[in-house]
């Protein structure tokens, strides 16, 4: 059971905009922290896609964007792409005894 | 470009210790201010951080994995490394290293990048 809650999986066509969300709770996100997200495809290294809420690092299409609310924060991607089919994690800071830095379950994304 | 590396033995016996090491490449860890972390993933399930390190010695770890891991650090050899006792096979898992936050900004801003392409731990006698 994963501190941070994300759909199993989502699914869109080419060309179309879905989203991934990511629930918390008041010791992590509603409390404020930052909300980060992961690429992974099976086999490869996870890949930082958002940082800092809604921040994207040097090579990551501007495509994906990251927002937050409330306890909860929300992975976009327009625009959908083959090669976007891949597993998505959120991950935050918690201040409970939970873990300190906290993943979701992840979300898979199938492009139809 | 940083790159990272986990190395160990793919089974280990339950009761036993694992060991696994992670080797950067492209940057050092002792002149880096950041921390450095391991993470894992048990088969068809989410992502858990298991614990982080400091070139000095410094640690973070999951409290409900504390009691049975000791991260440490070898700057000679640009390496740290992870021990988890008394694995069961609820240990079994994908474990990833990684470089984590920076000492120089606050821990909840902490992410992850980037990572190693991870090593599969089989438990079982």
């Known amino acids: 059971q994963s501190v941070l809650t994300q759909p199993p999986s989502v699914s869109g066509a080419p060309g179309q905009r879905v989203t991934i969300s990511c629930t918390g709770s008041?010791?992590?996100?509603?409390?404020?922290?930052?909300v980060h997200w992961y690429q992974h495809l099976p086999g490869t290294a996870p890949k930082l896609l958002i940082y800092?809420?809604?921040n994207r690092p040097s090579g990551v299409p501007d495509r994906f964007s990251g927002s937050k609310s409330g306890t909860s924060a929300s992975l976009a991607i327009t625009g959908l792409q083959a090669e976007d089919e891949a597993d998505y994690y959120c991950?935050?800071?918690?201040?409970?005894?939970?873990?300190?830095?906290?993943f979701g379950g992840g979300t898979k994304l199938t492009v139809l | 470009q940083l790159q990272l590396q986990e190395s160990g033995p793919g089974l280990v016996k339950p009761s036993e210790t694992l060991s696994l090491t992670c080797t950067v490449s492209?940057?050092?860890?002792?002149?880096?201010?950041?921390?450095w972390g391991w993470i894992r993933q048990p088969p068809g399930k989410g992502l858990e951080w298991i614990g982080s390190?400091?070139?000095?010695?410094?640690?973070y770890y999951n409290p409900s994995l504390k009691s049975r891991v000791t991260i440490s650090v070898d700057t000679s050899k640009n390496q740290f490394s992870l021990k988890l006792s008394s694995v069961t096979a609820a240990d079994m898992a994908v474990y990833y290293c990684?470089?984590?936050?920076?000492?120089?900004?606050?821990?909840?801003?902490?992410?992850?990048?980037?990572w190693g392409q991870g090593t599969l731990v089989t438990v079982s006698s």
């Open positions: 990684a470089r984590h936050g920076s000492h120089l900004t606050t821990v909840i801003t902490w992410w992850f990048d980037p």
């Open positions: 492209g940057g050092s860890i002792s002149s880096s201010s950041h921390y």
């Open positions: 390190i400091y070139y000095s010695g410094t640690t």
């Open positions: 008041s010791s992590n996100i509603g409390a404020g922290y930052d």
């Open positions: 800092d809420k809604s």
């Open positions: 991950q935050s800071y918690d201040s409970s005894l939970s873990g300190l830095w906290v």
